[in-house]
């Protein structure tokens, strides 16, 4: 059975985003490109809320196609269009949502149901009221963060207000040279 995991750059302090959804504050670069592109290989399907799953369609539909384009953009771009995406909405319209599965409901069945189909990891992309959500479900079965050394003081928690507390297990971590720190752990049931 596949697991999902919830992928996500954060604060020190606990933030995903600034107040107003800034992330200008993530540090990211070839090397810590080049460690999430050997991870994401592995899987091919990934999760997304609605924003986060427009704002990735809108750039990485086409960011191979650009003159410009790095080959960090020309892997991932490639990656994108062959993953099958998971999108939660009850807003999103489904006409042409190419290689795209909707859940505007029944969220644990649904995604229960996509885990059971597959031994891969499905990766939830940034995505925080879904990784809230989900967690209140019991449905995210690991943590993928990068801690990037800020401060914000103020913005979107990665964990909000939970109904009962979630115990963890380390499973490893690594520190990039720009100062950001990966951290794996495993939900424990």
């Given at each position: 059975m596949g697991n999902i995991t919830s992928f996500m750059h954060v604060s020190l302090d606990g933030f995903v985003s600034g107040l107003n959804g800034e992330m200008n504050w993530i540090k990211v670069d070839q090397e810590i490109f080049s460690h999430v592109g050997k991870r994401i290989q592995t899987t091919d399907t990934a999760l997304y809320g609605k924003n986060t799953y427009l704002m990735m369609e809108g750039y990485w539909s086409t960011a191979a196609d650009k003159p410009n384009a790095s080959q960090h953009d020309i892997d991932h771009s490639k990656w994108y269009k062959n993953a099958h995406k998971i999108v939660l909405s009850t807003s999103l319209?489904?006409?042409?949502?190419?290689?795209?599965?909707?859940?505007?409901?029944?969220?644990?069945?649904?995604?229960?149901?996509?885990?059971?189909?597959?031994?891969?990891?499905?990766?939830?992309?940034?995505?925080?009221?879904?990784?809230?959500?989900?967690?209140?479900?019991?449905?995210?079965?690991?943590?993928?963060?990068?801690?990037?050394?800020?401060?914000?003081?103020?913005?979107?928690?990665?964990?909000?207000?939970?109904?009962?507390?979630?115990?963890?297990?380390?499973?490893?971590?690594?520190?990039?040279?720009?100062?950001?720190?990966?951290?794996?752990?495993?939900?424990?049931?």
């Open positions: 319209a489904a006409n042409d949502l190419i290689n795209t599965t909707l859940i505007s409901d029944n969220n644990a069945e649904q995604l229960n149901h996509i885990k059971s189909g597959t031994e891969k990891e499905i990766l939830l992309f940034g995505s925080p009221r879904a990784t809230h959500s989900l967690m209140k479900l019991n449905l995210i079965d690991s943590l993928w963060l990068f801690i990037n050394p800020v401060i914000l003081g103020k913005g979107v928690r990665l964990f909000p207000e939970l109904e009962h507390s979630v115990n963890l297990k380390f499973l490893s971590s690594h520190t990039f040279s720009n100062g950001v720190n990966e951290m794996n752990y495993e939900v424990v049931r």
